[in-house]
Nanobody
Framework: QLQLVESGGGLVQPGGSLRLSCAPSGFTLYKYAIGWFRQAPGKEREGVSWISSGGDITNYADSVKCRFTISRDNAKNTVYLQMNSQKPEDTAVYYC?????????????????WGQGTQVTVSS
């Protein structure tokens, strides 16, 4: 079964940083655009960022622009989300997802494979 595995979540203080990783199980990522999404308690899942299959195009939600950076290392078959200057409102379960295409959007319905999520809590 094709799936993704997220790691790197945890508890961080406001203003702190975390780096999430996303790696596939059962396939390679280089033909897929990858997105990061998050879901806070009682809220709908929302798009955070995506990166093209080649890594040359990225896009961010306004809420994380200039604070989060998405990147990928196709040689390591891994996508990353570097989260800096974190705020309490960043608290959520973070998911990565893969779309069998060069580019993507923040529309979660476009994605073919999902991970189980990793919890990020921003609190003092």
């Amino acid at each position: 079964q094709l799936q993704l595995v997220e790691s790197g979540g945890g508890l961080v203080q406001p203003g702190g940083s975390l780096r999430l990783s996303c790696a596939p199980s059962g396939f390679t990522l280089y033909k897929y655009a990858i997105g990061w999404f998050r879901q806070a308690p009682g809220k709908e899942r929302e798009g955070v960022s995506w990166i093209s299959s080649g890594g040359d195009i990225t896009n961010y939600a306004d809420s994380v622009k200039c604070r989060f950076t998405i990147s990928r290392d196709n040689a390591k078959n891994t996508v990353y989300l570097q989260m800096n200057s974190q705020k309490p409102e960043d608290t959520a379960v973070y998911y990565c997802a893969a779309r069998r295409a060069v580019i993507a959007t923040l529309n979660l319905n476009q994605y073919n494979y999902w991970g189980q999520g990793t919890q990020v809590t921003v609190s003092s």
